[in-house]
């Protein structure tokens, strides 16, 4: 089976800082798969190379099997994107925001209006339908990013920190829609730092640090038998006790 997501040598720098050091990610089709690391190890990086937003400086990166950088269009069509930092066009509703992206994406009008009118519904948004996305919450920017992500019915589903700022129930409910997404073959590719998010999502995980793979493949692998979040602190060179060097002055009682 093609994978769907496959780089070569993937490499960014932003000047003498390497971002992306010669990646190699795979991720089979139809998995539910975690992309994580610690804060700058490089996911981010990664990310906006393989769903085409930034170049890279080197290597090659295929999303079912295609090119992304060389088959543009046939890439865009194919892929959904919850990128970090989402920028959406604040002066729309979220009704009208599903309805231009789907119309951008040539879905045909009525078609639109009914995937439109389910996600709001799935993402617990109907009442919100017609509130300008300015005055969303953080959580429900997410919702209505990822179901703008979801509206063309993508092979591959790439979201940056999904779970990020959203609400216990919602969570559940996005997880729900993730995965019939991926029981019916289609791809999710997510990047977390919530360990125990990844552990009970995933069935495939890629481990980054310091731009660089580090560990990949099923879950069960990565693990090893520890929990996964054991199994990542060992990966990225973390202790426990990392955090409790330095620092003696912090909570000392000032003295009389
Ligand atoms: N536009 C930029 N200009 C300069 N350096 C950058 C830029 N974007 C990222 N970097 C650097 O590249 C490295 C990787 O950053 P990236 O955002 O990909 O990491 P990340 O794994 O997504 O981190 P986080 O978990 O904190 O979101 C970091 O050292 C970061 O400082």
């Known amino acids: 089976m093609t994978d769907a997501v496959r780089t070569h040598g993937l490499f960014k720098r932003y000047g003498q800082q390497i971002a992306v050091a010669e990646v190699d990610l795979v991720v089979p089709a139809g998995s539910f798969a975690g992309l994580v690391g610690p804060n700058g190890a490089g996911k981010t990086t990664t990310l906006s190379m393989i769903t085409g937003l930034l170049r890279p400086d080197g290597g090659t990166a295929e999303v079912d099997g295609l090119h992304v950088w060389r088959d543009q269009v046939e890439v865009k069509a194919r892929i959904g994107v919850l990128p970090e930092g989402l920028r959406l066009f604040e002066r729309l509703s979220g009704r009208e925001l599903l309805l231009y992206n789907g119309r951008l994406r ?151």
């Open 106 to 256: 040539g879905i045909p009008k009525a078609e639109v209006e009914q995937r439109a009118g389910e996600l709001l519904a799935v993402m617990d948004l109907t009442a919100a339908a017609d509130k300008l996305v300015i005055d969303y919450s953080t959580g429900m920017r997410k919702k209505i990013g990822l179901a703008a992500a979801l509206l063309h019915n993508p092979s591959v589903l790439f979201l940056d920190e999904p779970f990020e700022g959203v609400d216990p129930v919602s969570a559940n409910t996005l997880t729900e829609v993730l995965r019939r997404f991926t029981a019916s073959g289609s791809t999710v590719i997510f990047s977390s730092h919530v360990m125990d998010l990844v552990e009970r999502l995933c069935d495939w995980v890629s481990v980054m640090s310091a731009g660089q793979i580090v560990a990949q493949g099923p879950l069960a692998d990565v693990r090893g038998g520890r929990s996964l979040n054991q199994a990542f602190l060992e990966l990225v060179g973390g202790s426990p006790q990392d955090g409790e060097t330095g620092l003696t002055w912090l909570g000392a009682k000032p003295r009389a």
